[in-house]
């Protein structure tokens, strides 16, 4: 069984500012974990990914995650907010190897402030 | 080369009509999903195809029918069209466990 719970279903930042979205996991196994993004109209796109290598994951757009095991989170941070970055933003976990269910959070509405 | 695409993007209809929604990815992977999105941006996973043998069904009428012709393609048929059942649909593939790669929705309206 798998779940996530993302805290915040609405996210307000100034233009500039840090960026951090929050994303909880539980897995009985071993978990993949995945950030998208969706831009208005369209559809979800990777932003990053953890998938059992480095627990400091790089993605696009500047954005970064980290996975920590024992508080069960993998948060996700961009250091300057940009007006781009206003987005709806999706957590997922899946479990590692061969197929897997992936089981997505409920999303976060980033608004980026001028 | 769009990697995942579907067809149509939009979709207008009335109650009771049936209509179909194709998908199509050329990125190899061997699992198709289709989700739906309602207005609240939530995304719940409907069926899943792995090498054209459904590996998930969730808890859908069964008025959604989806059909996997090969492993590029994966369609659904929906019968007996709902106010409810309007939403934006995704189509989506992966290989295995890895990431998904999304198609750019379908928006169907029921009127």
């Known amino acids: 069984a798998q779940s996530v719970t993302q805290l915040g279903s609405h996210v307000s930042v100034s233009e500039g500012a840090l960026v951090l979205l929050r994303c909880n996991y539980s897995s009985s196994v071993p978990p993949y974990l995945f950030w998208y993004v969706q831009y208005p109209n369209q559809g979800l796109q990777l932003l990053l990914k953890?998938?059992?290598?480095?627990?400091l994951v790089k993605g696009i757009n500047g954005f970064e995650a980290e996975f920590k095991k024992s508080e069960t989170s993998f948060h996700l941070t961009k250091p300057s907010a940009h007006m781009s970055d206003a987005a709806e933003y999706f957590c997922?976990?899946?479990?590692?190897?061969?197929?897997?269910?992936?089981?997505f959070g409920t999303g976060t509405k980033l608004q980026v402030i001028p | 080369d769009t990697a995942v695409s579907q067809t149509p993007k939009y979709l207008v209809t009335q109650m009771g009509n049936d209509k179909s929604i194709k998908c199509e990815q050329n990125?190899?992977?061997?699992?198709m999903y289709w989700y739906k999105q309602d207005s609240k941006k939530f995304l719940k996973i409907m069926f899943s195809?792995?090498?054209?043998?459904?590996?998930i069904n969730e808890t859908v009428p069964n008025r959604f029918s989806p059909k996997s012709p090969d492993k590029a393609h994966l369609n659904l048929h929906i019968n007996s069209l709902e106010l409810g059942d309007s939403a934006v649909y995704f189509c989506?593939?992966?290989?295995?466990?890895?990431?998904?790669?999304f198609g750019p929705g379908t928006r169907l309206t029921v009127t």
């Open positions: 990125l190899g992977h061997d699992t």
């Open positions: 953890y998938t059992s290598a480095a627990t």
């Open positions: 989506a593939s992966s290989q295995e466990s890895y990431e998904q790669y």
């Open positions: 195809y792995n090498n054209k043998e459904l590996i």
């Open positions: 997922a976990v899946s479990g590692s190897g061969g197929y897997q269910k992936v089981t």
